[in-house]
């Protein structure tokens, strides 16, 4: 539920935001939630994931290419995806999020 609040907060803010290409790199700010904890009271490794998602969803809004894709009936796929992980990250800390596509396939 809560990332449904999120991905309004994106769909809202995009609104303000400069339009991208879609090879630009979209900088998308986020603050970890008490719903994002886990037991260790850091944000659990599955919210990564979920927050990229979110920032994926920036840069197709923001370059014009969701309503491009939606028209044609595709969707963006993660082909494969790495992380690593620096530090944790703590209650109310604020962090941004890049997200750029480096390539296409048909």
């Known amino acids: 539920m809560y990332m449904f609040f999120r991905l309004l907060s ?7 935001k400069q339009r991208l290409n879609i090879w630009d790199t979209s900088r998308t ?11 260790l009271g850091h944000m659990n490794n599955s919210k990564y994931l979920s ?3 979110l920032g994926r969803m920036d840069l197709m809004i923001r370059s014009g290419y ?3 894709m939606q028209g044609l009936g595709w ?3 993660v ?6 992980y620096r530090r944790s990250l703590n ?6 999020l890049y997200s750029k596509v480096l390539g296409f396939s048909d």
């Open 51 to 53: 927050l990229m998602d």
């Open 10 to 16: 994106v769909i809202i803010r995009q609104r303000r």
């Open 75 to 77: 969707y963006p796929v």
């Open 29 to 39: 700010p986020f603050r970890v939630l008490p719903s994002d904890l886990d037991l």
């Open 79 to 84: 082909a494969a995806q790495t992380i690593s």
């Open 66 to 68: 969701a309503k491009k």
């Open 91 to 96: 209650p109310w800390v604020k962090f941004d």
